[in-house]
Structures are given as C-alpha cells and as structure tokens.
C-alpha cells in the first residue's frame, strides 16, 4: 500500500498593520525607483533632442559660454565655441556678440577678455563684442549676461556652448526672463567620440536635475578634453 506524500504546509503569511505596513513600504521603494529613473531618462533625452537644435533666428547678441583658457589662448573646447560665434555673426544672426566667463585664481586673462581677442583677431570689430568679465560657473554668467544686456536694452539671445550643455545654458536664461534659444558648436571634444559625447550627456542630464531642484549651479569638472 502506497503512502500518500502530505505536502509541508505553507509559511503563515505575516498579518495585520505589520504586513500592511511592509507592503506599501516595498510598493513605495519599488515606485520611488521606477519614477527616478523616468525622471533621469526624460531628462537625458531632453538634453540630447536640443544639442540637436540649431536655431539661426535673430537676436540682438550671440552669447558665447567661457571654458578654460591659457595665458589668453582659449582651449580646444573654448575655441570651437568661439569659432561658431564668428560664424553666427558672420551670417548676420546677430549684430553683437557677448563673451562670459571669469578667471582662475593666478590667470592673467579672463576668459571674457581671452574670447574676445581671438574673435577680435579673426576679424569681429572690437566695437561689436562685448566681454563680461564674471561668472566662475554656468549659473553666475547667464546672470551676469543678462544683468549686461538689460543694461543695454538687449533681450534677445542665440547662445553658443557645446551641444549637451544647450538645454541648461536655455532653461537657466529663460528663467532670467532673457528670450534665448540655442545653436551649439558642431566640433571639438566634446562632440569628437562617442565617449565624449555620453560623457556630455550624463554630466548635463545631472548639472540640469540638480538646478531644477535647487536653482542652484552645479558644473561638474569636463573630462572629454581641452
């Protein structure tokens, strides 16, 4: 005669407040999760649809981002933003273009200054830019520009930067009340590998989370190269 197999009985389920209580906790971690990661991903695709923007509308001032520069000499990265503000005011979009941008602690030039004598030297009319000499950050210039530009009557900018930096530099000058829209450089570092241009993306998509959370700035250090 066969034994019949009696099958081990099930663990009792936890009951009560308690069980309730760890449920909604695992539903809230699990949802706390998915929507954090949305938010990263949306904001990622945010920022690589407008560095695909290249707006040619016109403006009263073409408004040139700082980057590093050397002893007056402006790195790779700065002087491709550079060289597509030239190419901007060459067509016309603009009749003035604004360089921005601070000096490090032991620097003899600014980047301002520095972007304004290599634009000067490729044959910008000294008249026809204006350097703010200020800002140590992204956030710090855009308002420096703006205080510039008010000053001047200007309220219309194309801003240059590179292309993943476009979807910041925009938001943080139209939170200023500045009519601003974007064409970014096309060469340099940032955009050679595809390395760098990930790279871009990441830095921005945080810089950009980070501002909307707390207004305020954070440049994180650029490693694509200089």
Known sequence: MRTRAVPAPEPARPQGFGAGLLRWTRRLVVGSVVMGAVLVGGTAFRVWQVARIDDYTKADAIVVLGAAQYSGTPSSVFEARLDQAY????????????????????????????????????????????????????????????????????????????????LRTRTMARDEGLAAWTAPTRTGPAVYTRESQAHGIARETGALLWYQLTHFSADFTYTAGQ
Not at 134 to 142: A, F, H
Not at 144 to 157: G, I, L
Request: aromatic fraction near 4%; charge should be positive.
């Open 87 to 166: 190419k901007l005011f060459r067509a016309g979009v603009a009749p003035r273009v604004i360089t921005v941008g601070g000096k490090q602690e032991g620097d003899l030039f600014t980047e301002a200054a520095s972007g304004k004598n290599y634009l000067q030297a490729r044959g910008v009319p000294a008249d026809k830019i204006l350097a703010v000499e200020t800002g140590s950050d992204t956030l710090r210039s855009i308002e420096a520009v703006v205080t510039a530009m008010r000053a001047r009557d200007m309220s219309s900018a194309v801003l240059v930067s590179d292309p993943w930096h476009s």
